[in-house]
């Protein structure tokens, strides 16, 4: 595949992923529980971790599935490479070296703490927008209208004034 899937091809195939894992399995669609499961295998005391591991056992063979469909589509498909375009100058210069190998611990580091984050919160920014959306949950509303003026704020009022 050269170029990406389109987005009114993807996200009506993720929209379809909701509903059909609640009608047929029963099972939510996430990532973030993955991270709970992992740590609730460590011997660690905290309470939070310690539930029936069977419940998110799906998602973490979903997140492997991701990891390992990554792995064959980089070694056997036709090299694609995509690199950010940002128009800046100052900017241009740091994406260039944002994806050399010494990078890789703060990558690490940021996906530890993006992890831990997401479970603090009860999922991520898109779990909370497909997935608590779609079951109406109130928390899940309020959290996907807030990112969303978060990021309008950011867009148009902070990014600006600084760049």
Known sequence: M????AWYIAGPLIGLMVPLLLLLRGKQFGISSSYRYLISILPVKVPYFKYERQIDSHQVIFALG??????LASNFSIPV????I????????ISIDI????????FLLGGIL????????NGC???????????????????TV???????????????FIF
């Open 2 to 5: 050269k170029e990406p899937l």
């Open 66 to 71: 991701l990891i390992l469909s990554g792995i």
């Open 81 to 84: 490479v995509y690199k950010p």
């Open 86 to 93: 940002i128009p800046s100058s100052g900017w241009q210069e």
């Open 99 to 106: 994806y050399s190998l010494s990078n890789g611990l703060q």
């Open 114 to 121: 993006v992890g831990f984050g997401s479970r603090y919160a």
């Open 125 to 143: 920014t898109a779990g909370h927008c497909i997935m608590g959306v779609s079951q109406f949950s109130v928390a899940s509303i309020v959290s």
């Open 146 to 160: 807030a990112f969303f003026v978060g990021g309008l704020i950011g867009t148009f009022f902070i990014n600006p």
